[in-house]
């Protein structure tokens, strides 16, 4: 099946460094990525959606200068934190969009739990 | 905006119980999707729903998608410690040339035994 490898999975960083988490697709070409954010007990949220090859599309509020996507390759998209502060330590997730058998589906990393000191 | 509102928010049951945990919006899905998440991982796909009415059954888990595809309901009888995460409903919208998932606001689920 459908596997997305995300790295690390537990980093943790000085505030005003930077962080990189990676997602890689292993035997399927993701022409989607999809980043979510996760608090503590609360639902994923959606922060941009990239496509290879193309500029990510951000949702409302997201800070795109921030939260850096890269989608260079059909089966990597990165994502860089910024210049980063407590406040943005959570739990990242990617998720790889493409199509199983006939249907969309989606498949999920790991998860990256980043906390920021 | 299409929102997923989940029912209750958290619920702390005993061993053997029987719980519902309904997922509501006012917008239509094409399809929802249930998924069960343990802390520090990924969220694991438990069940697609597509066609409205439609029953899907996994083990102790039924699912049902209403009629009109706004709503769905997650039913587990005699729950079992195992049974413990966070469930969430999710659905795809549709932007642009991408199918984004939205997650509904999640159901925290702990099993006592």
């Known amino acids: 099946g459908a596997v997305v490898s995300q790295h690390p999975s537990r980093v943790i960083c000085k505030s005003g460094t930077s962080v990189k988490i990676e997602c890689r697709s292993l035997?399927?070409?993701?022409?989607?990525m999809f980043w979510y954010r996760q608090f503590p007990k609360q639902s994923l949220m959606l922060m941009a959606t990239s496509n290879e090859g193309s500029k990510a599309t951000y949702e409302q509020g997201v800070e795109k200068d921030k939260f850096l996507i890269n989608h260079a390759s059909l089966t990597l998209s990165t994502l860089t934190v910024t210049s980063a502060h407590p406040e943005d330590s959570s739990f990242y997730i990617c998720?790889?969009?493409?199509?199983?058998?006939?249907?969309?589906?989606?498949?999920f990393g790991s998860g990256t739990r980043l906390t920021v000191v | 905006t299409q929102l997923l509102e989940q029912s209750p928010q958290f619920l702390s049951i005993q061993e053997g119980e029987n719980l519902t945990v309904y997922c509501n919006s006012s917008s239509v899905f094409s399809s929802l999707q249930w998924y069960r998440q343990e802390p520090g991982e990924g969220p694991v796909l438990l069940v697609t729903v597509v066609t409205g009415g439609e029953v899907k059954k996994l083990k102790r888990l039924t699912f049902q998608f209403g009629d009109a595809r706004k709503d769905s309901s997650l039913h587990i009888t005699a729950a079992q410690p195992g049974d413990t995460g966070l469930y969430l409903c999710a659905g795809p919208t549709y932007g642009g040339a991408t199918n984004k998932l939205i997650f509904g606001t999640g159901t925290l689920l702990a099993v006592q035994p």
């Open positions: 035997d399927f070409q993701a022409t989607t």
């Open positions: 998720s790889a969009g493409t199509f199983i058998a006939l249907n969309y589906g989606y498949t």
